[in-house]
């Protein structure tokens, strides 16, 4: 099928099949299109190898500053000449004629001997005859004619009085500049007799299909929702039931529930979020309340006070939102998990956040062991992708034993530190009347965020650049 | 985490045997210990506060040979029995009641042994000691001191010259213009006097927990030492000084107790723990069968000492390892001994269906509806700065839930409102083109009960030819489209918005939001041209209820 051009391509090809070798200006005069159209055209059409572009190069002549001069008052023999006329017996002394033109004279002498417009006898110089017009005068007032004053040496016949007006000093300068013209080819001569049919022929007109279009961008959810969304549905195939919670935590259950003692240093001010005079109002039952007490007083060897288990904290970890629903809730058999926002008081860095999301899940149930934990966390990491993982031991003040994950990232081409995994020690769960093991599991998924999409800086997820949520792929 | 330094010369000289760095560096993280940087002499690690051990390579070298099975069972802790005293004075009954004490003959330290021995007080300091609010340590040069000993409380007047100057100060002097007395002074304002260890020929060595003497500074000439160690717990203090004595020993030196009288003191044997384990706990809590036996060496290989008594394993737990609580903690131990890298995981089939949240579920469909109608969605924090929320929006604040000592101006008061962070957003984003359609859905908190936490929806559409009536198409349709709720508008006031140009969000006669388009003067404090319309809604209770 025929290609559909546009109009300005159209009113090109339809003056180059009349008459080749144009140049742009040449064709902006007879499409009466702007330059800039035309030269926009060119470019499509040279692209589509229906027109042909020749990058030439042209040689100019200006006057120069003598050049110039010399057309105003004529050629220093011309000057010669008309000075002779003016005086009687059509001559003079050397020195008169000298005193009159100056620098002049010696040019005019020679060129008016040359042209044998003058005799000199002894000193004096005698008018014998001259021509109207030379040809040097003719080249002279046919640059002076142009405007700007320049002519293409290609317009100059005269290559002998050319040469002779080069040899003056400073009456020439020569340039050269750089030039195109357009030709038509064979398939830009069948396009236009093909596109005069097509747009006659149609009622719709045709528009060129091949030409870029404006760019829109889809609206989409927020890059780390997909992969907190990720997550959330790997939990769900693997039997997990969703628990949401507050953000806004006693202490009793972000910390004195899961036995971290009250002075111990991650509960200090510098760590954790308090919230300014804030106390919670009832925080547990009076059973829980008193069996945690003495875990703490027995386990710590501490004075355990009310009030401290009182103050409200922005939770530093999900598993507030587990230990409550294990002790509320007393599941014998169980696989639970939480999504949900967590708060450190941290220097705001390229590695850490003030508020970040975490996924914490459990399993409760009377045989569940350790080498369970680990294959529910290597089975969640193939489902996210992750091939490599392996397990160090570490330590969790809730948890005995624990263990930390490593994955192998292929991008960054080393191990990086993933989620943490765990028992809850017999010191959480007894006092909360959890009778079976319960594993626990998680970490923070910005972490994962950043590796799937090549971060460096995890700030970069809330910086809500538009740039990058446009662009960033759905799907990767 | 603490870091602790190990120099691989070092470590061969401690482990007894050669050992290649490869090895040593895959091995460490067996142990716990975190690889933060590696050069070619040297390796950082980070430790866990719970195991101060590790806090000296002398205490990585105990641990590491035990599971590279050059050494096993449990390092024994010999203390002669010494003749010095310290006496507490009951004036410090009140202020730090408790003190103990050992003597060290005889040892060889250079500068990196020396250093050590200060990263690991210091470690103490701040983990078992709380910031030396609970435990402090002093260290000293025993050929300065002059037994016996008396532990006292002093007033603020008393004078001596402390470790970091030259000349005597007063107490007061001290607390007010060293460095560390201006860190710790807090831990003594409830109290006039303070507490010190004078010589018999009255000399201050320490003023505990600020700062010692410099008399009885120790340098690498030092042969023998006194470590003393006050507290306000006496088992916590026993931790502490097991932890130094075991160093110590390791170091060369000869250790010798030394007597503690005065009341609700007494003289500290440091002696090892026995503990019973039952095998069926290990066995269920790892998912292994394995034999008595085989937990036995293991726990060998971890330097403790067990073996099988009747249908128990018995284990002697020396007095460093402060992190063991109860058998669980042992069955971790048989896990390192055994290997965790031996354990192979297994995936237990999961006996009911998970399930997403009703909250999740219905957040999804609000957050889906959103996007189909071109908006897209951003993220903003929840603790966030007054600046935005409250100043540049020129609303009112009231009821401001703030946090304490927060680190970061833009990260000071709870959220009420979304919008805000929206502006924000679109603020930050005035280079990119137009139109601009946003959304968020994100917690906003209340003052009640004590708090009251609510999930909200806000939109904003920044464009040239915004309207109000652009945005209300969007709120009816969100809510028509994806919840079958109608809702009305009645004409209010908002800061945020123009006048005349605001209502409240009405479904059923409640409000549930805001919409308008954005007053002026607040794109104007946002440095923003563009115009702005949007909107608020509260999910909560509107397509999910209170969790």
């Known amino acids: 099928m025929s290609q559909v051009l546009h109009p300005i391509e159209q009113k090109i090809l339809s003056v180059l099949i009349e008459k080749q070798n144009l140049t742009p200006e040449d064709l902006s005069e007879k499409t009466h299109l702007s330059i800039d159209q035309v030269r926009r055209g060119i470019e499509w059409l040279k692209f589509k190898e229906l027109v042909q572009v020749n990058e030439l190069e042209k040689s100019f002549v200006k006057l120069g500053n003598r050049g110039s001069e010399a057309l105003q008052h004529g050629l220093p023999e011309r000057q010669l000449v008309n000075y002779l006329k003016s005086i009687p017996v059509f001559s003079c002394e050397m020195s008169q004629a000298k005193d009159h033109l100056k620098n002049e004279f010696s040019p005019a002498i020679a060129n008016a001997k040359k042209n044998r417009w003058i005799e000199i006898h002894e000193n004096r110089i005698m008018l014998k005859g001259y021509h109207d017009t030379t040809s040097e005068e003719r080249i002279l007032r046919m640059i002076g004619s142009k405007n700007p004053a320049m002519a293409s040496l290609d317009e100059i016949d005269d290559k002998e009085a050319l040469d002779l007006l080069k040899k003056r000093p400073e009456f020439l300068n020569f340039t050269s500049a750089k030039y195109s013209t357009v030709n038509i080819t064979e398939k830009g001569a069948d396009a236009a007799k093909n596109t005069d049919r097509d747009t006659s022929d149609s009622e719709i007109r045709a528009i060129d299909v091949e030409a870029h279009a404006p760019v829109v961008f889809a609206a989409k959810s927020h890059p780390l929702t997909d992969v907190i969304d990720e997550v959330r549905e790997i939990f769900v195939s693997l039997g997990f039931a969703e628990l949401v919670g507050n953000s806004a935590q006693s202490s009793f259950w972000n910390f004195d529930a899961l036995f971290i003692p009250q002075d111990h240093p991650a509960r200090e001010m510098q760590d954790t979020f308090y919230l300014k005079d804030m106390n919670a109002k009832s925080v547990a039952t009076p059973k829980q309340l008193s069996q945690v007490s003495v875990a703490h007083k027995t386990g710590w060897r501490y004075d355990w006070r009310m009030d401290a288990a009182k103050k409200m904290v922005l939770r530093t970890h999900t598993t507030c939102v587990t230990i409550r629903e294990l002790a509320d809730y007393q599941h014998d058999e169980a696989r639970l998990f939480s999504i949900g926002r967590v708060f450190r008081n941290e220097k705001v860095s390229y590695k850490h956040l003030v508020e970040f999301n975490q996924v914490e899940g459990v399993v409760v149930g009377k045989n569940v062991t350790l080498r369970d934990l680990m294959g529910l966390q290597m089975e969640f990491y193939r489902r996210m992708g992750i091939k490599k993982a392996k397990f160090w031991p570490t330590f969790f003040p809730y948890t005995e034993p624990s263990l930390q994950s490593m994955i192998y990232n292929e991008r960054l081409g080393k191990w990086v530190e993933l989620f943490g995994m765990g028992i809850f020690r017999p010191e959480v769960t007894r006092p909360l009347g959890i009778k079976n093991p319960v594993l626990a599991w998680g970490g923070g998924i910005e972490r994962i965020a950043m590796l799937r999409y090549g971060l460096d800086d995890v700030r970069e997820l809330y910086n809500n650049k538009l740039s990058w949520l446009r662009s960033v792929p759905k799907c990767q | ?547």
């Open chain 2, 1 to 547: 985490m603490p870091v602790v330094t190990l120099y691989f010369e070092r470590l061969t000289k401690l482990l007894g045997r050669k050992i290649s760095k490869e090895k040593i560096t895959s091995t460490l993280p067996f142990l716990g210990l975190d690889i933060e940087e590696q050069t070619l002499d040297h390796v950082n690690v980070e430790y866990s506060p719970n195991r101060p051990d590790f806090s000296t390579d002398y205490g990585v070298a105990t641990g590491l040979q035990g599971l590279l099975e050059i050494k096993l069972d449990m390092p024994q802790l010999k203390i002669k029995k010494g003749t010095d005293t310290i006496r507490a004075d009951l004036s410090v009954g009140k202020i730090r009641p408790y003190i103990v004490a050992i003597k060290a003959m005889g040892g060889k330290m250079d500068d990196e042994t020396i250093r050590q021995i200060i990263t690991m007080q210091e470690d103490l300091h701040n983990g078992i000691g709380r910031r030396r609010k609970k435990v402090s340590i002093g260290i000293h040069d025993l050929a300065k001191i002059k037994f016996p000993l008396v532990y006292k409380a002093v007033e603020r007047t008393h004078r001596f010259v402390p470790l970091t100057s030259n000349t005597e100060m007063t107490i007061s002097e001290i607390l007010e213009n060293t460095e560390t007395g201006i860190a710790y002074s807090h831990l003594l304002e409830a109290s006039k006097k303070v507490p010190v260890i004078v010589d018999s020929t009255g000399n201050t060595i320490s003023f505990p927990p600020i700062i010692n003497s410099k008399l009885t500074e120790v340098t690498s000439k030092s042969k023998d030492l006194l470590v003393e160690v006050t507290a306000l717990d006496k088992t916590a203090a026993e931790d502490a000084l097991a932890v130094v004595a075991y160093t110590l020993q390791t170091v060369g030196f000869k250790l010798y107790s030394v007597r503690i009288s005065g009341s609700r003191n007494s003289t500290v044997s440091l002696e090892s723990r026995k503990m019973l384990l039952d095998p069926s706990l290990v066995n269920d809590t790892l998912g292994l069968s394995v034999s008595p036996a085989v937990m036995v060496k293991s726990l060998r290989k971890n330097r403790l000492d067990a073996r099988i008594k009747g249908k128990q394993i018995l284990c002697l737990i020396p007095r460093y390892r402060t992190d063991i609580f109860g058998p669980i903690d042992l069955v971790e131990e048989v896990a390192l001994g055994y290997g965790i890298q031996n354990l192979e995981p297994t995936l237990p089939p999961a006996k009911s269906a998970g399930q997403k949240n009703r909250v999740t579920v219905s957040l999804e469909a609000a957050r889906n509806t959103m996007i189909g109608l071109g908006y897209s969605e951003v993220m903003n924090f929840g603790l966030v700065g007054k600046q935005i929320q409250y100043d540049l929006t020129k609303r009112e604040p009231s009821g401001i839930i703030s946090v304490s000592d927060s680190k970061s101006q833009e990260h000071q008061i709870l959220r009420n409102s979304l919008l805000p962070g929206l502006v924000d957003t679109l603020s930050r984003n005035i280079h990119e083109s137009y139109p601009q359609k946003i959304f968020e859905t994100g917690t906003v908190f209340y003052r009640d009960n004590p708090i009251n936490e609510e999930i909200h929806l806000a939109c904003t559409s920044a464009h040239n030819d915004v309207s109000y009536t652009e945005i209300k198409s969007v709120l009816q349709s969100l809510l028509k489209s994806g919840f079958d709720i109608a809702c009305t508008t009645k004409i209010s006031q908002d800061p945020i918005f123009v006048e005349g140009r605001t209502a409240d969000i009405l479904v059923d006669g409640k409000k549930i939001g805001i919409i308008g388009e954005l007053a002026s003067g607040v794109l104007d404090n946002f440095k923003m041209r563009i115009p702005v319309a949007g909107f608020e809604i509260k999910l909560t209770g509107l397509i999910f209820d209170q969790t």
